[in-house]
Every structure is written in structure tokens, then in C-alpha cells.
């Protein structure tokens, strides 16, 4: 019976230090913009196209070919955001293959604030 108790424990407590480890390396629950090559498109209010042009993700970093700047990506639970030009956020979203958000102004709050839609389709 001592050995049963004691081999129990032994396996509860390998149990226990196995999840801890597992818990540790598991991935956050943040999604990321995948590595590749896009068409960035901005949209206007009547779906019009206001811009397109080519985009690199790399990492947490992109680049827009037509700003000829890159920008760190923040990720979010669903994708990730951009803050450019100091004052214009444009929040990603997975969606299909690609992803598609909204361009707003930092400094106002974003329901009366949204500049345009925008996407990232992959090429």
C-alpha cells in the first residue's frame, strides 16, 4: 500500500509539473498579420477606391510601398494595428484570406471618427 501512495504521488507530481511547463511555452492568445506580400487598399464612404498599393509584412513590421515607410504592427486578439503618421490608427482584422479594418484618428473616439475603410488582400 506505501508503494501504491507513493507512486500515486509521484505521478500526480509529474502531472502537475508537466502543465506548469506546458502553461508556460503555450502561445499568447494574440493573433498576428502573417508574413507575406498584400495589396493594401483604402476605401472611401461610398466604396469608392481612394488608394491601392503594394505592402510587405514582415514580423510586426509593414511596409507601404506608396508611403515608402514602415510601420511596427501592434497584434490584437484578432489581427493587429498600425499608428501612422503620429495620429491615424488603422486597426486589422482577420477576414478570409486577408484582412480588412477601419482608419480612424487617435485622439477621437473611433465611432465619430472613422476616415476610411482598409484592406489587406494577399497577392
Do not use: C
Not at 35 to 54: C, F, K, M, Q, R
Request: glycine letters at 8%; hydrophobic letters at 40%.
Amino acid at each position: 500500500m506505501l508503494k501504491f501512495t507513493r507512486m500515486a504521488a509521484t505521478v500526480v507530481a509529474a502531472a502537475t509539473i508537466a502543465t506548469g511547463a506546458a502553461a508556460l511555452t503555450a502561445p499568447s492568445a494574440q493573433a498576428q498579420i502573417r508574413s507575406g506580400h498584400y495589396t493594401y487598399t483604402v476605401w472611401g464612404d461610398a466604396g469608392n477606391t481612394i488608394l491601392t498599393e503594394p505592402a510587405i509584412v514582415r514580423g510586426n513590421r509593414m511596409y507601404l510601398v506608396h508611403e515608402r515607410t514602415w510601420y511596427d504592427i501592434h497584434p490584437t486578439s484578432r489581427g493587429g494595428y498600425i499608428v501612422a503618421e503620429m495620429n491615424n490608427r488603422r486597426d486589422f482584422w482577420r477576414a478570409g484570406a486577408g484582412y480588412t479594418g477601419i482608419s480612424h484618428y487617435v485622439n477621437v473616439p473611433a465611432h465619430r471618427s472613422i476616415t476610411a475603410r482598409v484592406t489587406l488582400v494577399p497577392r
